[in-house]
């Protein structure tokens, strides 16, 4: 099987729960990494109050900067592809 080896993991990938992957998709979370390794888990339906916190948390770090029009997803899909892009291998000690 054909593949890119990177470490220990062929094509590597970032998984996110939602609605941390819809906000990281749509430009609202700008950054997002970790260190160790995540499980492949099956997807969870974010319930309404965790999407509220999160969308209330992200409209106070933008107004700082004055920024108060933010789209946000309309939708949260699960168990889905949600992007894709292409980055520079980069370890960091």
């Not at 054909?2 to 094509?11: C, E, L």
């Not at 770090?61 to 108060?68: M, Q």
Request: aromatic residues 12%; hydrophobic residues 40%.
């Amino acid at each position: 099987m054909g593949g890119k080896h990177h470490g220990n993991y062929i094509n590597p990938c970032l998984t996110l729960r939602q609605p941390w992957a819809s906000l990281l998709v749509h430009g609202i979370n700008r950054v997002e990494g970790r260190s160790w390794p995540a499980p492949v888990r099956a997807g969870k339906v974010p319930d309404a109050a965790t999407i509220k916190a999160m969308e209330d948390f992200y409209r106070e770090i933008y107004a700082v900067n004055g920024i108060l029009d933010i789209k946000f997803p309309e939708h949260y899909p699960v168990s889905k592809l949600l992007g894709h892009a292409d980055f520079p291998l980069t370890r960091f000690f």
